[in-house]
């Protein structure tokens, strides 16, 4: 007979959270049948090959969604979000994605992805506290 322990643990593991997210995805596959999923990432990186912009993200079940976008504060004002946006609806519409989703909070870029076509389908008050976090999306196609 097993015993389960429950511990908080503060900083997991990479190893960890990735166990987590490839029984999520397993769950997933055998619920829809669908077993397209891949990851992406595009990078904008500097003679040194350090990372100064980024975008990654998944694509699954003809819908892509976005999990992380940065660029560094030297390179803001330079359209490299805007190419990078468009990097990533072209690679989901080679993929036959409908869908694209993402979430920004108030303090980050909603007003940015709104610009490029994005539509607001809810927001969520004081998430974090005093402000909120935006969950945008836009059809394809």
């Known amino acids: 007979m097993s015993h389960e322990h429950f511990m908080m643990e ?9 166990f987590l997210e490839d029984r999520l995805h397993d769950y997933n596959v055998e619920q829809t049948g669908m077993d397209d999923g891949q990851e992406y990432a595009f990078f904008v990186r500097d003679d040194d090959q350090e990372i100064r912009a980024g ?28 190419k990078l946006l468009q990097s990533v609806e072209r690679e989901a519409l080679a993929r036959d994605c409908q869908l ?25 008050e004081d998430h974090p506290r005093g402000h909120q976090h935006h969950y945008l999306r836009k059809c394809l196609g």
């Open 55 to 82: 975008v990654a993200g998944w694509m699954w079940g003809g819908s892509c969604y976005i999990r992380s976008l940065w660029v560094h504060k030297d390179l803001r004002g330079q359209d490299i979000g805007t």
């Open 10 to 18: 503060i900083s997991p593991t990479l190893e960890d959270m990735q």
């Open 100 to 124: 694209i989703v993402l979430e920004s909070f108030s303090f980050q870029a909603p007003e940015f992805y709104q610009k490029l076509g994005f539509e607001t389908f809810a927001v969520l």
